[in-house]
């Protein structure tokens, strides 16, 4: 009975002990960290006096009442990103993406994100969120659209670089950042590739037409391939046509030739009979007329050839004559034209310098002509300087002298001139008779006094130079007075 009691206080025992460790012993699941907090611990990788202790990945014991354990969890968490951006353009774009992340498995890592996010691990995916958006907004405004567009590989790695440190204080890590679209609601992207869509477009159509031509040489090879063949399948066809009309032509004639053969035969032999008979006939015609014309004919030739051998000889004799008279005149009128041209030689040459002799004579009559008439003209030109000159020195001396001189020589001249006017007069009627008629030449004589008084006159108005006013010089006024002269008879 004792044993019995004991037996059972001590299974008891056993139980309650099981049952407390059961309550005392956490176990830490691959995906999660167990945080045991409520006694100075010290945790290798980590500061002494954190206070609580991290336990992954295995079994611990928990002191209820004494210690507390809260679970971290270690699984993948995932974030959306919907960020509004605006690039270094200035161009607004939407940028959607995606964020894998987790707490990290080491136990800094833990502790970090143990201290931030045991009690708001809902709150995890949030605070990303901002973290990568605020980042994002940067490096998108440092870049252009066409950087995001072509290297997104890029964008990304600046992103995560750039949230790295923030995420290590977190005690987070990035498994994978995702850029899964870049929204354009200004359609920038769309114009930007419209170029290079018309530039596909246009390869597209011309790799289409080079298509559609090649495929149209194709079928018109194949079409010319067909008629070719058609061509020469109906040749074949016309060839043998040909040979079955040919073969039924040749049995068709085969009657006719067959007959025309056999009068062949008839004729050739009537053409032979006719052709024995001709000879014979033509050997008869030999030897009754041929034969004797031909002696005839002969005669007659050999005949005739001598005649024209004799008349041949003749007229060989006379040319032989005529062409030795004709050799004896040639000669004859070479010697002589020799001779003729010989004298017309030495005339010519003679002529020549006959002709050469009278040209030089003339040029050298010429020119002694010419020096004689230039020194001739010469002299005549000094002497009429000297006159002038002489005139002139006269003039400048005494001028009434030279002018009365000068009047003197044309006294005939001026009284000619004045008894002109009465040249013309058929019946003068004189009113004082004989007086009247001397009176009148009486004036006409004294014109000459008036003219060397007009003469005296000029001096008188002659510039200091030697010129009169209206610019005439003393010789030309002299010589060239010019005066109305009015005469009046008086009863």
Same mark, same amino acid.
Do not use: C, Y
């Given at each position: 009975m004792v044993v019995g009691v004991v037996a059972g206080a001590v299974v008891v025992a056993v139980l309650v002990l099981i049952g407390l460790f059961k309550m005392m012993w956490r176990v830490a699941e691959p995906n999660e960290a167990l945080v045991i907090s409520g006694?100075?611990?010290?945790?290798?990788?980590?500061?002494?006096?954190?206070g609580f202790r991290i336990v992954t990945g295995r079994g611990t014991l928990v002191l209820p009442g004494v210690q507390a354990v809260r679970k971290m969890s270690l699984d993948l968490n995932e974030t959306e990103l919907h960020v509004d951006c605006v690039t270094h353009q200035g161009i607004p774009l939407k940028v959607r993406g995606v964020v894998i992340f987790k707490v990290g498995d080491d136990f800094v890592s833990i502790a970090n994100a143990a201290r931030r996010f045991l009690d708001q691990q809902r709150l995890m995916s949030e605070r990303v969120h901002n973290v990568f958006a605020g980042h994002l907004r940067s490096i998108v405004g440092g870049l252009t659209v066409e950087d995001m567009i072509r290297d997104r590989e890029k964008l990304t790695g600046q992103t995560r670089a750039a949230c790295g440190t923030e995420m290590e204080k977190l005690g987070l890590i990035v498994d994978s950042l995702q850029i899964h679209e870049i929204e354009d609601p200004t359609g920038y992207i769309q114009n930007l590739a419209m170029p290079h869509a018309a530039a596909v477009q246009r390869d597209a159509r011309i790799a289409q037409a080079e298509a559609n031509r090649l495929a149209t040489e194709a079928e018109q090879q194949s079409f010319a391939r067909m008629a070719e063949a058609t061509r020469d399948s109906e040749i074949l066809q016309a060839g043998y046509q040909a040979e079955r009309d040919k073969a039924a032509a040749k049995a068709r004639q085969a009657g006719p030739l067959a007959e025309a053969a056999a009068r062949q035969e008839v004729v050739v032999q009537e053409t032979r009979v006719a052709e024995l008979e001709a000879h014979r006939r033509e050997q008869q015609l030999q030897a009754d007329v041929r034969k004797p014309a031909d002696a005839k004919a002969y005669?007659?030739?050999?005949? &005739?050839?001598?005649?024209? $051998?004799?008349?041949?000889?003749?007229?060989?004799?006379?040319?032989?004559?005529?062409?030795? !008279?004709? /050799?004896?005149e040639a000669t004859r009128v070479k010697t002589a034209a020799g001779a003729e041209a010989e004298a017309t030689e030495a005339r010519g040459t003679a002529t020549a310098a006959a002709t050469r002799a009278t040209g030089e004579a003339e040029a050298a009559a010429a020119q002694a002509r010419g020096l004689a008439e230039a020194e001739a003209t010469r002299a005549q030109g000094l002497a009429e300087a000297e006159a002038i000159k002489a005139r002139a020195a006269a003039l400048a001396e005494n001028q009434e002298a030279v002018v009365a001189q000068q009047?003197?020589?044309?006294?005939?001249?001026?009284?000619?001139?004045?008894?002109? &006017?009465?040249?013309?007069? $058929?019946?003068?009627?004189?009113?004082?008779?004989?007086?009247?008629?001397?009176?009148?030449? !009486?004036? /006409?004589?004294?014109?000459?006094?008036?003219?060397?008084g007009l003469a005296r006159q000029l001096l008188a108005s002659m510039n200091p130079n030697g010129q009169a006013a209206n610019g005439t010089s003393p010789e030309v006024a002299a010589t060239h007075p010019q005066q109305k002269v009015t005469v009046e008879l008086e009863d």
């Open positions: 006694s100075k611990h010290r945790t290798e990788g980590l500061e002494e006096g954190m005669e007659k030739r050999t005949l &005739a050839e001598a005649e024209r $051998d004799a008349r041949i000889s003749a007229a060989q004799a006379k040319a032989k004559e005529t062409e030795l !008279a004709a /050799a004896a009047l003197a020589e044309k006294w005939p001249e001026i009284v000619q001139a004045g008894a002109s &006017a009465f040249g013309n007069v $058929d019946n003068m009627v004189l009113l004082n008779g004989g007086d009247g008629m001397a009176e009148l030449f !009486a004036k /006409a004589l004294t014109m000459g006094g008036t003219g060397l």
